[in-house]
């Protein structure tokens, strides 16, 4: 199936616990789908909504978010901001037209390597269902 839509996932990884997570994930030699590029923050927090907007808006099909559970941020209350953000940026994702489904927040530690594979596989077949991203550009 050649025609089969990929897509282009962009994934903003805590390093303290997601990070750890996916490389626990790898280590383990987990079945990842290859559509997913990692990006090292260094709190979930600490991910503006611009960036995932700006993400969405250059190309990406979907944009996943994670960080360490509730309660054991690195940071103390990082991920309480990140999830009180993420509540508005569905709002603004809706206003713009597109599907709050294409962008994904969820918990993930350390240790965690096949919840992380879970995470990644389960959100990679959501965007397939969703289809290529409608904001999308086309060249010229």
Not at 89 to 118: H, I, M, N, T
Request: include cysteine; proline fraction near 6%; charged fraction near 25%.
């Amino acid at each position: 199936m050649a025609d089969e839509f990929t897509p282009n996932i962009v994934g903003f990884l805590c390093n303290w616990c997601s990070y750890g997570g996916a490389d626990r994930a790898g280590s383990s030699k987990l079945d990842i789908p290859p559509s997913i590029s990692v990006v090292r923050v260094m709190c979930s927090s600490r991910v503006d909504p611009s960036l995932v907007l700006n993400s969405l808006l250059w190309g990406a099909d979907g944009v996943l978010v994670a960080g360490c559970h509730p309660g054991d941020c690195h940071y103390k209350e990082g991920n309480y901001f990140t999830r009180r953000r993420f509540a508005q940026l569905e709002k603004v994702l809706e206003s713009l037209g597109l599907d709050p489904e294409r962008v994904e927040l969820a918990w993930v530690s350390a240790s965690e390597g096949q919840r992380y594979a879970d995470v990644v596989n389960d959100f990679t077949e959501k965007i397939k269902s969703l289809g290529p991203n409608p904001l999308k550009k086309t060249p010229y």
